[in-house]
């Protein structure tokens, strides 16, 4: 249930990681091309040979299969850069204005080859938030929404998606219920968009369920006092198990966005976000910082909420069973080598 950060372009032995991954059944980490605040270290990535090794060291520490993911949408949010030898990609606004849906699949395989050739099978794309404020900080001004339009969005992103599945690479729909309207950044603070959010902006993601094309949905960190008074998305019973999952009848994994991010952090102790956001019904927790006592802090939180009952064993194993079938989806799923 744990996906996170790490400091280091190799695995040597007596990395801390090592022990996370054999001995406390880590299942995924997210590999960045640069470090957290105030880490002295490169990120994880400076070259394609160094990554190639850096995965094969990953998986090879792992008694069984392990997540490795990036976030690589195109444009300005990718983490394998030119600067390190890895091709050239395209924003999904500047994909969305050409409308080519060809295009579209075309760009997207070949970031799917490059992820695959790389040993990464997990990509946090694509973004499904419409464009609601261009101004938006997070979204719009970073050119990743295709549209304002949810036909569109819904359109390129089934290229996305379809374009990573033939190369065995999961996908992950974000970010739910909905970030485009936003004129804040959640990695900086508390984010209201209770005024300015609309119904349409649920539209792809009900779309991409129906059409089984949905390996994943990342919550967002933003306040909807029209979905629920008082919690954030990622912390949200309401949003998660009430909307997405009973009316928009999703099953699959659900992945909360940064819990380290400040509009999280800021507001609730770790404990109390670890509880409610797996009570809330996010079955895989992303925890990007630099402290290599982070997977064994969570884990003995984590244990000690299940044993004092504020957290069921009935809802560990439901995110157990819903994490297992989406790994064996990835490792049976390439049609490419």
């Known amino acids: 249930m744990l996906l996170v950060c790490f400091e280091g ?3 040597p032995p007596a990395h801390p990681l090592q022990s996370d991954i054999r001995q ?8 960045r091309s640069r470090p957290t605040s105030g880490s002295a270290t490169a990120g994880n990535i400076v070259s394609a040979p160094q990554l190639r090794d850096l995965t094969r060291s990953l998986q090879g520490a792992s ?8 976030d690589q949408e195109g444009g300005q949010v990718r983490r394998l850069k030119t600067r390190a030898g890895f091709p050239p990609t395209t924003s999904f606004a500047e994909l969305g204005r050409r409308n080519d849906l060809a295009l579209t699949r075309q760009r997207s395989q070949d970031i799917a080859e490059t992820l695959r050739h790389n040993g990464i099978n997990f990509n946090f794309s ?4 419409l464009n609601r404020n261009p101004r938006n900080p997070v979204i719009g001004a970073l050119e990743r929404s295709f549209s304002a339009d949810p036909a569109t969005v819904t359109a390129h992103a089934t290229q996305v998606v379809a374009a990573h599945r033939a190369y065995g690479i999961g996908t992950c729909l974000k970010h739910f219920p909905g970030h485009g309207s936003s004129a804040a950044d959640s990695h900086r603070g508390f984010v209201d968009i209770t005024t300015s959010w609309s119904e349409s902006e649920l539209q ?3 779309d991409l369920i ?8 990342m919550t967002a960190h933003v306040f909807n006092g029209r979905l629920d008074r008082n919690y954030p998305a990622t912390l949200s019973s309401a949003i998660l198990t009430g909307l997405l999952r009973e009316k928009l009848g999703y099953q699959g994994v659900i992945i909360s966005d940064d819990l380290r991010m400040d509009a999280i952090r800021r507001y609730y102790s770790f404990s109390e976000a670890l509880n409610l956001a797996i009570n809330a019904g996010v079955d895989i927790l992303l925890i990007c910082d630099s402290d290599p006592a982070t997977v064994v802090d969570t884990v003995t939180l984590i244990h000690d909420l299940v044993l004092t009952g504020q957290i069921s064993e009935q809802r560990i194993n439901q995110a157990y069973r819903r994490i297992s079938l989406l790994k064996a989806r990835l490792w049976v799923g390439s049609s490419k080598e």
């Open 9 to 11: 372009t190799a695995l």
């Open 24 to 31: 406390r059944h880590l299942g995924g980490v997210m590999l």
């Open 63 to 70: 008694p069984t299969p392990l997540l490795i993911t990036v």
């Open 126 to 129: 694509p973004v499904v938030d």
């Open 204 to 206: 792809p993601f009900a």
């Open 210 to 217: 129906q059409a089984n094309l949905t390996d994943a949905v």
